[in-house]
């Protein structure tokens, strides 16, 4: 970085909109605009060149228009062109002045414009080069004037000079200053991003990335810089062929918390990134950008797979016994059916009764199994974006249809106006929300009131499950989402540990406690996608 920041601004991107920039380019345009009627009635038809003075004001307004066309671009115009373009405002400001009166002409205050340009746009010292161009220009331009007779009229006249001289330095070096601190403060977040192990990715509000760290280089496999002035769904791709999870955001204004999905890198490699979206707005309210945070989770998601298959071989032992409890039961029943069947097989109303209980343990076995089967197998999540408000009202619909004929059972929903967005498999979280409740309206024996309550958070929803049933235990509460573990008198035990696995695999918790007054509470939290305001 260069002392007066030249360097850092010709190669740092703009932060933000070039708002700014484009009110300069029009107020430029518009200085041309005065400067054409300014010399059209003020300057001297004689003085010889002025036929060419309107061409240059023309070619002025071109290269202002052009450089205003290069704004549109999300990075900043190369350093060149500033200079070519600052030039050919000297120059025009230079010309009018000549052609009105020269240092006693009404524009010379425009060398302020100029040099004002040139310290915020380039730096201190290119501020102080056009100062000193417009000075030497100005010093010229007052030793053609006309030598006055009474010294006191010349000392005014270098007065002038000299006021005019200090006031050009002045202003560069106040422009410079503030070009200088904006820059080290560009300069500076930049080091803290670049030194931070998440990739960060800055864009403005129409998707093109307008900043990024080194870090995001590194997870994306980019070259340095080259996501700068990129579409940010060509950056960062889904491997899917998906919409961009940060276009989503821009477009929808619902931004993710800890959203992980398969990216594509610039070489074709896959990897699994974490992502957090977040708005930027200016002092109106108005969005101007987002940024996107993400981490490279391909390898703990590799170690998360290890930890879960030791974790599923360690159970299995522990599973077995339980299962062979269990399974033992129906099993001796079912034998002991068989052999009094084989003894009383000319009984045609034992034969029934025996062939009954059969087929209820065979049935039982089965659930056994099934309940079992559901638990130990991976939870497939397909995710998508649902509103899990819409689902709390079609469970407690579905449940109110069920028990319709139920006159003692109530079951109340409550939720926010507005939806709250889960990403996720919203067949497996409406299982889960469907056993919460059926074990609810089970423990209340069909009677009282099941509140189904939602409560959305910055970056989480709980959806909370309230019956007033005899309630549990504190002592056993921890064991209710242990395989097997049931109050039933004929539960297999398996349909609160199957909850967990798929809240589990959905990044979210689930637990236990009891109310006040009796009866149990059972909360889920799901990480969200929460809409800006």
Request: net charge negative; glycine share 8%; hydrophobic share 45%.
């Amino acid at each position: 970085m260069s002392k007066d920041g030249a360097t850092v601004s010709s190669r740092l991107p703009l932060e933000g909109p070039n708002r700014w920039l484009w009110l300069v380019g029009f107020a430029r345009i518009g200085m041309l605009v005065i400067l054409a009627g300014g010399t059209y009635l003020l300057a001297d038809r004689d003085t010889p060149g002025i036929a060419w003075l309107p061409a240059f004001l023309l070619l002025g307004l071109i290269t202002s228009v052009y450089y205003q066309c290069r704004l549109r671009r999300p990075e900043v115009p190369a350093p060149l062109l500033t200079w070519a373009q600052l030039l050919m405002d000297f120059g025009v400001v230079a010309a009018t002045v000549s052609f009105t009166g020269g240092a006693a002409s009404l524009f010379t205050f425009l060398f302020v414009i100029v040099i004002l340009e040139a310290g915020l746009l380039l730096g201190q010292r290119q501020g102080f080069i056009f100062a000193t161009l417009s000075t030497v220009f100005m010093l010229i331009l007052t030793f053609q004037l006309p030598l006055a007779e009474e010294s006191l009229e010349t000392l005014t006249q270098w007065y002038e000079f000299l006021v005019k001289g200090l006031g050009y330095y002045l202003t560069a070096f106040v422009s410079g200053h503030w070009n200088l601190r904006v820059h080290r403060m560009q300069q500076f977040q930049h080091e803290i991003l670049d030194n931070m192990s998440n990739g960060f990715l800055i864009t403005d509000k129409d998707g093109y990335v307008i900043a990024q760290n080194k870090a995001a280089d590194r997870i994306l496999e980019l070259p340095d810089g080259a996501a700068t002035g990129q579409p940010v769904h060509k950056v960062l791709r889904v491997e899917s062929g998906a919409e961009c999870p940060v276009v989503t955001a821009l477009r929808t204004g619902r931004h993710f918390t800890s959203y992980e999905f398969h990216a594509r890198t610039a070489s074709q490699a896959v990897k699994l990134l974490g992502l957090t979206t977040s708005a930027i707005h200016d002092s109106h309210g108005n969005l101007t950008g987002l940024i996107a945070s993400f981490s490279d989770l391909t390898e703990m998601a590799k170690m998360r797979e290890e930890l879960k298959r030791q974790d599923r071989l360690a159970a299995v032992g522990e599973l077995s016994a339980g299962l062979a409890h269990e399974i033992r039961n129906p099993v001796a029943a079912i034998r002991g059916a068989v052999d009094e069947l084989e003894a009383n097989i000319a009984s045609p109303d034992i034969a029934k009764r025996l062939t009954a209980i059969a087929i209820r343990e065979s049935d039982h076995l089965n659930r056994i199994v099934t309940d079992f089967l559901d638990f130990a197998r991976r939870p497939e999540v397909r995710r998508e974006m649902f509103s899990v408000t819409a689902l709390v009202q079609e469970v407690a619909e579905l449940l109110r249809d069920k028990h319709r004929r139920r006159d003692r059972l109530e079951i109340q929903a409550e939720s926010p106006a507005g939806d709250c967005m889960v990403s996720g498999d919203r067949s497996q979280i409406k299982q889960v929300f469907m056993n919460i409740a059926k074990n609810g309206v089970e423990a209340m024996e069909e009677r009282g009131v099941l509140r189904i309550a939602l409560t959305p958070g910055t970056s989480s929803v709980e959806v909370r499950f309230d019956d007033e049933g005899g309630g549990i235990p504190p002592d056993e509460l921890a064991r209710i989402f242990e395989p097997f573990y049931t109050t039933k008198a004929h539960g297999v035990g398996m349909g609160l540990a199957v909850c967990m696995r798929i809240v589990t695999a959905h990044d979210g918790t689930i637990r236990a406690t009891p109310r006040e007054g009796g009866g149990t509470s059972i909360s889920v939290r799901l990480p969200t996608m929460h809409e800006e305001e």
